[in-house]
Each structure stands twice: as structure tokens, then as C-alpha cells.
């Protein structure tokens, strides 16, 4: 029952704020900063999408390949001797 009440508000609330978009984009004086806020968020969310990208990048190129992992931990447990 605790699904349905929060599938029912995952689309109460997004159709009142579509609405509520749309009038305060088309029907009031408010369009110049709707529109501004509006870009803004969008340049903001794909800027931060791209240094996500890059900061995983960085972190990518800096872990250890599993094998040499592998062979270390084989190193420590036999003694230096390879199966």
C-alpha cells in the first residue's frame, strides 16, 4: 500500500508543477525569470553530468588492474610461490 501512495504522488506532483510551469511561463510577468532559472538549471545539470564524466575518468585511470591485485594477495599467502 506505501508503493501506491508514493507511485500516486510521483504523478500528482509532477502534473501540478507542469502546470504550474506552464502558467507562470505563459500567463504572468514572470516568464522572463522562469525562462532564466529554467536555462540556468539546464546548463547547470549538464555542466555537472560532465564533471562527473571527468572526475570518474580521473578515478578510472588510477586503480589497480585485478590481476596484479591477485597476483600481490598470492605473493602474501604462498609465500611468493605462484600456483
Do not use: D
Not at 36 to 61: C, D, H, P, R
Amino acid at each position: 500500500m506505501g508503493h501506491q501512495k508514493i507511485g500516486l504522488l510521483l504523478i500528482i506532483i509532477p502534473v501540478i508543477s507542469i502546470c504550474l510551469y506552464g502558467y507562470l511561463l505563459f500567463f504572468t510577468n514572470y516568464w522572463i525569470l522562469v525562462s532564466k532559472i529554467t536555462l540556468f538549471t539546464i546548463v547547470a545539470v549538464v555542466l555537472g553530468i560532465l564533471i562527473w564524466i571527468g572526475i570518474s575518468m580521473i578515478e578510472a585511470s588510477n586503480k589497480v588492474p585485478l590481476e596484479q591485485i591477485k597476483s600481490e594477495i598470492e605473493k602474501e599467502i604462498f609465500g611468493g610461490e605462484e600456483e
